[in-house]
């Protein structure tokens, strides 16, 4: 159960994450889109589960290496975004969300 600040950081940081992938970090290859963020009770880890859409030959744990290896450029990036709002920028997790993936399975799996 999260609480209320925890809720409001979370969705700050998903604002925040997803306007520095769109405008700052560029990867070729995919559109990459924020699903989900959460943060742990202390607020020194965020989780963040990133929608990944390629393409061509472009492999999703790819982006996903990355962006996991530019994590301290993006931590600097969302500080800067969010020097005013928190004292502390929490530590960066990223995870691919396939739940998207998932559903589409299941969909298909239904139609047959």
Do not use: H
Request: cysteine-free.
């Amino acid at each position: 159960m999260e609480t209320t600040r925890q809720n409001k950081i979370s969705r700050l940081l998903q604002k925040e994450i997803s306007e520095i992938f769109q405008r700052e970090m560029l990867f070729s290859g995919g559109l990459i889109t924020v699903t989900k963020v959460k943060i742990t009770s202390d607020l020194s880890i965020a989780r963040i589960y990133l929608s990944i859409f390629v393409t061509g030959s472009t492999k999703k744990e790819a982006i996903l290496e990355k962006i996991t290896i530019s994590k301290s450029e993006i931590r600097k990036k969302l500080g800067i975004r969010v020097k005013n709002q928190l004292r502390i920028i929490p530590n960066l997790e990223f995870f691919v969300d396939d739940s998207l993936d998932y559903i589409e399975n299941i969909e298909n799996l239904l139609k047959q």
